[in-house]
């Protein structure tokens, strides 16, 4: 199925009956929300989502609070390390 932007969409269509009250597009944001969880960077979200425009994929991401803490505890670690060399 095409996505609205023309792309190939493999979260449309319809959802099994355990998934009640769940939208294709409650999927996709949480897959898009995930992926840089799991280290996937911003483009390989957009080619799975497959939006023509970057900035279209970047509404779905968002920086989640605890990604941010991890980022900044891994690098407060390397610049302590740095600095006791």
Known sequence: MMSSEGGTDPFRGDLPDWLPGTEAHDLRHGVAMEMPEQHHDLEQVHALLGH?????????????PQQLKRAVAFYEKQAARMLSE
């Open 52 to 64: 023509q425009r970057l900035d279209t994929t970047q509404i779905y991401t968002t920086i989640r």
